[in-house]
């Protein structure tokens, strides 16, 4: 049964991939509204990942940065929305910060899941490199055109929400697999002292 964490998870993934088709699509429209959607959805994404950090109970080093981008993402959230001025540069900066940021701690977590022996651990990277050079994208633009920075965006905005759910879907896979260790004991062998 899948936990209030992974559901909002992957409700976030879905709005992070949503979002990034209407921003390919609509580069225009977004421009007025990006401001106050992306505020508000880094927000409550900050906060699922605060969530699914402390109720956790099992492979912590899977979600072991979810603490820091959850702080992250909150931080951004609301400076995003207090600070209208300026803002396609401030969005296209910050969010690529961010998607560098959480593009190299999905590097973190797919070498990880390779060190635990948990298959497909090459599409967490695949996509988390692409996400790396989306953020590099954003942050280092040389003068784009407003629609084109959206619709970068947009693909970045899609890339990250495909990353999320191939890493949530991994993930869980692997903690139903995920087997405490046990220590055999030889009852000959064992005595109380």
Same mark, same amino acid.
């Given at each position: 049964?899948?936990?209030?964490?992974?559901?909002?998870?992957?409700?976030? +993934?879905?709005?992070?991939?949503?979002?990034?088709?209407?921003?390919?699509?609509?580069?225009?429209?977004?421009?007025?509204?990006? %401001?106050?959607?992306?505020?508000?959805?880094? =927000?409550?994404?900050?906060?699922?990942?605060?969530?699914?950090?402390? +109720?956790?109970?099992?492979?912590? +080093?899977?979600?072991?940065?979810?603490?820091? +981008?959850?702080?992250?993402?909150?931080?951004? %959230?609301?400076?995003?929305?207090?600070?209208?001025?300026?803002?396609?540069?401030?969005?296209?900066?910050?969010?690529?910060?961010?998607?560098?940021?959480?593009?190299?701690?999905?590097?973190?977590?797919?070498?990880?899941?390779?060190?635990?022996?948990?298959?497909?651990?090459?599409?967490?990277?695949?996509?988390?490199?692409?996400?790396?050079?989306?953020?590099?994208?954003?942050?280092?633009?040389?003068?784009?055109?407003?629609?084109?920075?959206?619709?970068?965006?947009?693909?970045?905005?899609?890339?990250? %929400? =495909?990353?999320?759910?191939?890493?949530?879907?991994?993930?869980?896979?692997?903690?139903?697999?995920?087997?405490?260790?046990?220590?055999?004991?030889?009852?000959?062998?064992?005595?109380?002292?």
């Amino acid at each position: 049964m899948k936990t209030a964490y992974n559901i909002g998870y992957y409700l976030i +993934s879905a709005a992070l991939c949503a979002l990034g088709i209407f921003l390919i699509a609509c580069p225009q429209v977004m421009a007025a509204f990006l %401001g106050m959607i992306f505020g508000i959805l880094l =927000i409550i994404f900050g906060a699922v990942r605060l969530v699914g950090y402390f +109720s956790k109970k099992s492979i912590q +080093s899977v979600f072991q940065f979810d603490l820091a +981008s959850g702080l992250i993402l909150l931080a951004l %959230g609301i400076v995003i929305l207090t600070n209208p001025e300026s803002l396609m540069s401030f969005i296209c900066i910050t969010m690529g910060i961010f998607l560098l940021t959480d593009g190299i701690f999905k590097i973190q977590t797919a070498l990880d899941t390779r060190r635990l022996g948990i298959g497909k651990w090459q599409v967490i990277l695949i996509f988390a490199i692409i996400t790396v050079i989306f953020g590099l994208t954003l942050m280092f633009r040389p003068g784009y055109g407003t629609d084109l920075i959206i619709t970068i965006l947009g693909i970045s905005m899609l890339s990250e %929400g =495909i990353l999320n759910f191939i890493t949530a879907f991994i993930a869980s896979k692997a903690a139903k697999n995920h087997r405490p260790e046990t220590i055999d004991i030889d009852p000959e062998n064992y005595h109380e002292k």
